[in-house]
């Protein structure tokens, strides 16, 4: 059995003003910072962001939806095994005509089809597979801890959120 591994994803960013005699200077400046790391590093990020707000001039934080911080540790799924029951086999006769072979994948015996008929399917099993590899990419991760501030985790991590 396989032990179970797990991924923190952390993005912080924030949009401030600089502070000069307690007022907010009008030019906007960025601090950014994003990654993974693996393991559970959820708490060490989630101190280091508050670090990071504390040592800011708070009150020069712009808040527009650019600013915030989405710390989220996961579980990752094994990889991803897509199992073919049939596949195609495509090859060219001495004389120059295209013919196709059906293979089934359990017994490992060749059919010979229609060329287009098998063009048609293999193209159709492509996009299934396609569609799956896309479906379980959005279900390899299940969130476990997340911290989020103003706006954070407006990101891609949010489809993972559940």
């Not at 280091?48 to 989405?70: A, H, R, Y």
Request: glycine share 4%; net charge positive; proline share 1%.
């Amino acid at each position: 059995m396989s032990e179970i591994k797990l991924r923190t994803r952390y993005r912080i960013v924030f949009v401030y003003r600089e502070l000069r005699n307690g007022k907010c200077v009008d030019t906007p400046m960025m601090y950014k910072n994003s990654g993974a790391v693996d393991g559970d590093a959820f708490r060490e990020y989630v101190e280091f962001s508050k670090e990071i707000e504390n040592s800011l001039p708070t009150k020069c934080i712009i808040d527009d939806g650019w600013t915030g911080v989405c710390i989220i540790t996961y579980k990752l799924k094994e990889k991803f095994v897509y199992h073919k029951k049939i596949y195609h086999i495509f090859k060219t006769r001495k004389d120059g005509v295209m013919i196709a072979y059906q293979v089934d994948v359990r017994t490992g015996r060749k059919k010979q089809i229609n060329k287009k008929v098998a063009m048609r399917r293999h193209k159709a099993q492509l996009r299934r597979e396609k569609k799956s590899k896309k479906k379980l990419a959005e279900a390899k991760k299940q969130v476990i801890k997340q911290y989020q501030r103003y706006a954070g985790c407006r990101s891609t991590d949010v489809k993972y959120i559940m």
